[in-house]
T-cell receptor, first 112, second 109 residues
Framework: DAGVTQSPTHLIKTRGQQVTLRCSPK?????VSWYQQALGQGPQFIFQYYEEEERQRGNFPDRFSGHQFPNYSSELNVNALLLGDSALYLC???????????FGPGTRLLVL | RKEVEQDPGPFNVPEGATVAFNCTYS??????FFWYRQDCRKEPKLLMSVYSSGNEDGRFTAQLNRASQYISLLIRDSKLSDSATYLC??????????FGSGTRLLVRP
């Protein structure tokens, strides 16, 4: 039973570029949440997708957008990258009505 | 004020020691509480949920005090493999998890 998977594992971009990160949820899970974790900090909630809709959003600018596909996988897009977007981006999945979230290994993004 | 506050540590303890971490949260409407463990450069993993009645899982005991908005984690008989960052997490009436910045534990031989 595969857990949450994310791709790519690492990414280097320059300021102003755009990036797309991908996540496949754990088998049987239909809800995907995205978090940003800066060095030395706890993860910060970006948004959550359920039934292909953004169900809730954290305090992140519109440069951060997402999508969920019919197979429940999800993408996180970040436009106009800033140096401060350098972080570990974590995807977490959960089942309908279940509050426990299981995290993927993350994508480490470095913006130069 | 941060929504979830933790002492960043590090807590440096010998093998076999008992160590306790504390956490406070600001939103009295918080509904669910968890401790996650995060190893260096890895993803957070659920250690245990925390209930008002307190709960135990082997060497780990978690307590919740809703009146004081305080959560604790006690680790008995520390092992080298317990070295990690421990994240205090709450969920309010929404769907998002709110994380503390974590408490780092180092267990030495």
């Amino acid at each position: 039973d595969a857990g949450v998977t994310q791709s790519p594992t690492h990414l280097i971009k320059t300021r102003g570029q755009q990036v797309t990160l991908r996540c496949s949820p754990k088998s049987g899970h239909d809800t995907v949440s995205w978090y940003q974790q800066a060095l030395g900090q706890g993860p910060q909630f970006i948004f959550q997708y359920y039934e292909e809709e953004e169900r809730q959003r954290g305090n992140f600018p519109d440069r951060f957008s997402g999508h969920q596909f019919p197979n429940y996988s999800s993408e996180l897009n970040v436009n106009a990258l800033l140096l401060g977007d350098s972080a570990l981006y974590l995807c977490a999945s959960s089942g309908t009505g279940k509050e426990t979230q299981y995290f993927g290994p993350g994508t480490r993004l470095l913006v130069l | 004020r941060k929504e979830v506050e933790q002492d960043p540590g590090p807590f440096n303890v010998p093998e076999g020691a008992t160590v306790a971490f504390n956490c406070t949260y600001s939103n009295s409407a918080s509904q669910s509480f968890f401790w996650y463990r995060q190893d260096c450069r890895k993803e957070p993993k659920l250690l245990m949920s925390v209930y008002s009645s307190g709960n135990e899982d082997g060497r780990f005991t978690a307590q919740l005090n809703r009146a004081s908005q305080y959560i604790s984690l006690l680790i008995r008989d520390s092992k080298l493999s317990d070295s990690a960052t421990y994240l205090c997490v709450v969920r309010d009436s929404s769907y998002k998890l709110i994380f503390g910045s974590g408490t780092r534990l180092l267990v030495r031989p």
